[in-house]
C-alpha cells in the first residue's frame, strides 16, 4: 500500500509499504477520504513540531474490508462505511476513564500505530489497522462529506459546553470551516447568530447558513452591533475560532452576565492574554477552552451528517487524488478554502 510521510518541513513523500494483516482483536479499513485539516498543514509548513518521519491525517472516512476474529460480527461486517476517531487519547487516565477523552493527560498525535511504518494518525495512507472502540458507522453520503465527521464532532462538543439556550445571542468571530459549523449548530439549537469576518465570501456563506447577523469588522464595529442588536446586554455566548490572542479580550468584552466565552482554536503565538477579574467576578460569566472531541460527540456528528441534519458539502472546497498530496497541501495552506479532501 501507499502512505503519504512528512519527513520534514515541506517535504511530505509517498512511500510503499505492507498492507497490514489483521489481528484478533483489530479490523482493516481501505481509506476512501481524508480532509486536511489545519494541524496536519500546520506541521507540512513547520509551525507545529512533530518527530520524523510522520504520518498525518486524522479526519478520516473508509469501508472495513477485514475483521478479526474476536471481532464482533452484530456491529461490524465487512463493506461497512465507517468515520474514524477519537485514537489520540490515552484511554487510561482519570479523564478518559470519566468518558472526558477530549482532556485526556498524555493526548498523544505521535502514536506508533500497529501496522504501520511510522508513528503519526496515519489518514494520510490507503489502509489503516483500526480498534472497534475508535470506529463509527456513517451513511447516505460521500467518502468526502464524511471525513468532515471529525471536525464537527469537535464543534460539537465546543457548542455543548458553551450550553446555548432558545433565544440566547450567539456571536461567531471567524468563519472559516469552524465558524461556519459552529453557526449551523448554534442556529439549529435556536438561537440568534452573528457572525463576523474579515472576508465577504464567508459572511455570505455564514447568511445562507441561517446567520440571522453578519458583520464585517473592517465596515462595521462589532462592538456597537451586538450592543445594538442585545440592546445593551451584550452577547449570552461568544465563540472565538481564531488563533488570535488579541482577539481574545475582545471576545470576553462582548460577552452578557452570566454569558459564556468559548476559546475553540488552538493560538499561534500563545500569548497571554488581559481580562479584568472583578468584572469576572460581577458578570458571573465563565471563559472556557474547548479542543478535540470524545466518543459520545463523533456518534451524534455521524448521525448529523449522515442524515443531512448538516449539510458539509460548502466545505469541501477542494477534492483531490491521492498521487496529488503535495499540491492539495499546497492549495491547502493558501487559506483561502475550508477543506482540501484527499481522495483515495
Known amino acids: 500500500m501507499r502512505t503519504a510521510v512528512f519527513h520534514g518541513i515541506k517535504d511530505l513523500v509517498i512511500e510503499e509499504c505492507d498492507i497490514p494483516k489483521v489481528s484478533a482483536d483489530k479490523i482493516l479499513i481501505k481509506i476512501k477520504a481524508c480532509a486536511i485539516c489545519t494541524w496536519e498543514q500546520r506541521v507540512y509548513t513547520g509551525v507545529k513540531k512533530v518527530d520524523y518521519p510522520f504520518i498525518g491525517g486524522h479526519e478520516i472516512a473508509a469501508e472495513i474490508i477485514d475483521l478479526g476474529s474476536n471481532i464482533d460480527s452484530k456491529n461490524w461486517t465487512i463493506g461497512d462505511k465507517v468515520v474514524f476517531g477519537t485514537n489520540l487519547a490515552c484511554g487510561n487516565c ?38 472497534p472502540r475508535h470506529l463509527f458507522h456513517y451513511s447516505n453520503v460521500s467518502p468526502e462529506e464524511a471525513a468532515l465527521t471529525e471536525p464537527l464532532s469537535c464543534v460539537v462538543h465546543s457548542c455543548e459546553t458553551a ?52 458583520v464585517n469588522s473592517d465596515e462595521l464595529d ?107 497541501f499546497e492549495s491547502a495552506i493558501k487559506g483561502d478554502k475550508y477543506r482540501v479532501v484527499v481522495k483515495f
Open 222 to 328: 462589532l462592538a456597537a452591533e451586538i450592543n445594538r442588536i442585545s440592546r445593551g446586554l451584550g452577547a449570552n455566548v461568544v465563540f472565538d475560532t481564531t488563533p488570535i490572542p488579541s482577539v481574545v479580550e475582545e471576545a470576553v468584552s462582548f460577552v452578557a452576565n452570566t454569558g459564556r466565552v468559548i476559546l475553540y482554536s488552538s493560538f499561534y503565538p500563545d500569548t497571554p492574554v488581559r481580562f479584568s477579574p472583578d468584572k469576572l467576578h460581577k458578570g458571573g460569566y465563565q471563559i472556557a477552552g474547548t479542543a478535540n472531541s470524545n466518543s459520545r460527540d463523533f456518534v451524534r456528528a455521524a448521525k448529523m451528517i449522515s442524515e443531512k441534519i448538516i449539510d458539509v458539502r460548502p466545505f469541501i472546497s477542494e477534492v483531490v487524488g491521492f498521487d496529488e498530496v503535495v499540491s492539495g
Open 163 to 214: 450550553d446555548i439556550q432558545y433565544g440566547d445571542l450567539v456571536v461567531v468571530i471567524g468563519c472559516g470551516i469552524m465558524g461556519q459549523l459552529h453557526i449551523e449548530l448554534a442556529v439549529k439549537s435556536g438561537a440568534a447568530v452573528l457572525a463576523c469576518d474579515l472576508n465577504p465570501d464567508r459572511l455570505v456563506l455564514a447568511k445562507k447558513l441561517g446567520a440571522h447577523y453578519t
Open 94 to 131: 482519570e479523564f478518559c476513564k470519566s468518558g472526558e477523552e477530549q482532556n485526556c493527560l498524555d493526548f498523544n498525535h505521535s502514536k506508533h500505530l500497529e501496522g504501520l511504518p511510522h508513528k503519526g494518525m496515519g489518514g494520510l495512507s490507503e489502509y489503516m489497522l483500526v480498534e
